[in-house]
């Protein structure tokens, strides 16, 4: 092997195993810490600084990281919830969008709702600098747009009052006792008729990417692995009773999208 391929894969190595601790330090690095820290567990105790420090918000808020993250399939996940959105009954109705999310799904999904007739969107997020950080991506649509600092696992919105709930990879960084209130609270506030979008991870087909995701998951988000069995949203929601559940898988069952319609 010649000296520059040898150094080419030194290099490569080198950051991956760089970006690797990156993530590691401020995801689940950064809680094992935090668990160790004496006082109280606060609401955000959970949330990793990537989602609330505005410097790594903005750092990492990449688009190509974004799709690479989730293996190329960006795109079509939030393709799917943007033409469910297109082809419901919108018009003079509140659209939620519970969590803020990297990448452009807030732009899309704000645009499809307000092509759609939504009288608001709203823009639900526990974390202050979530808010700031959407709200600059959402400049083209001010005036139908509204950002709340808000819990999603203890809402203070009425009940059934949006037509729309968008939650994008949001479950698999709750606690475990905290992903099904917050697939509660979604029920609470959509009006009868209403549709949540789910976008999440899932138990891949093949092996090989579940070994992949398996590891991934315990090295830097060990609350997503519950996803797979014991807090399968979709089991989540049929046991919680009043839905009629559609679930779509993408790239060989490693991610779904989980349209529900509350009856």
Same mark, same amino acid.
């Given at each position: 092997?010649?000296?520059?391929?040898?150094?080419?894969?030194?290099?490569? +190595?080198?950051?991956?195993?760089?970006?690797?601790?990156?993530?590691?330090?401020?995801?689940?690095? &950064?809680?094992?810490?935090?668990?160790?820290?004496?006082?109280?567990?606060?609401?955000?105790?959970?949330?990793?600084?990537?989602?609330?420090?505005?410097?790594?918000?903005?750092? #990492?808020?990449?688009?190509?990281?974004?799709?690479?993250?989730?293996?190329?399939?960006?795109?079509?996940? #939030?393709?799917?919830?943007?033409?469910?959105?297109?082809?419901?009954?919108?018009?003079?109705?509140?659209?939620?969008?519970?969590?803020?999310?990297?990448?452009?799904?807030?732009?899309?999904?704000?645009?499809?709702?307000?092509?759609?007739?939504?009288?608001?969107?709203?823009?639900?997020?526990?974390?202050?600098?979530?808010?700031?950080? /959407?709200?600059?991506?959402?400049?083209?649509?001010?005036?139908?747009?509204?950002?709340?600092?808000?819990?999603?696992?203890?809402?203070?919105?009425?009940?059934?009052?949006?037509? /729309?709930?968008?939650?994008?990879?949001?479950?698999?960084?709750?606690?475990?006792? +905290?992903?099904?209130?917050?697939?509660?609270?979604?029920?609470?506030?959509?009006?009868?008729?209403?549709?949540?979008?789910? &976008?999440?991870?899932?138990?891949?087909?093949?092996?090989?990417?579940?070994?992949?995701?398996?590891?991934?998951?315990?090295?830097?988000?060990?609350?997503?692995?519950?996803?797979?069995?014991?807090?399968?949203?979709?089991?989540?929601?049929?046991?919680?009773?009043?839905?009629?559940?559609?679930?779509?898988?993408?790239?060989?069952?490693?991610?779904?999208?989980?349209?529900?319609?509350?009856?």
């Amino acid at each position: 092997m010649s000296t520059w391929m040898v150094n080419g894969l030194l290099t490569a +190595l080198f950051l991956a195993a760089s970006t690797g601790l990156f993530f590691f330090v401020v995801t689940r690095g &950064a809680l094992l810490v935090r668990g160790l820290s004496p006082g109280e567990a606060s609401e955000k105790s959970h949330v990793y600084p990537i989602y609330s420090n505005m410097r790594l918000i903005k750092l #990492v808020d990449f688009q190509p990281v974004i799709s690479a993250i989730l293996l190329f399939q960006y795109n079509r996940l #939030v393709l799917k919830i943007v033409q469910g959105l297109g082809q419901s009954d919108l018009k003079g109705k509140n659209v939620l969008v519970t969590s803020c999310a990297f990448g452009n799904v807030l732009p899309r999904v704000v645009d499809a709702a307000v092509q759609g007739g939504a009288a608001r969107v709203v823009i639900a997020d526990l974390i202050h600098n979530e808010l700031v950080h /959407a709200k600059s991506k959402l400049g083209d649509f001010s005036g139908k747009v509204d950002f709340i600092e808000d819990d999603a696992t203890a809402m203070k919105r009425p009940e059934n009052d949006v037509a /729309a709930n968008v939650m994008f990879f949001l479950l698999h960084e709750l606690p475990h006792d +905290l992903k099904a209130q917050a697939l509660s609270e979604a029920g609470r506030m959509l009006a009868p008729g209403g549709k949540l979008y789910l &976008a999440e991870f899932h138990r891949p087909e093949l092996w090989v990417l579940r070994a992949l995701s398996w590891s991934y998951f315990k090295v830097f988000e060990p609350l997503g692995l519950a996803l797979w069995d014991t807090h399968d949203p979709l089991d989540c929601l049929e046991k919680m009773g009043g839905w009629s559940c559609e679930r779509s898988t993408y790239f060989f069952g490693n991610f779904q999208i989980i349209t529900a319609t509350k009856q």
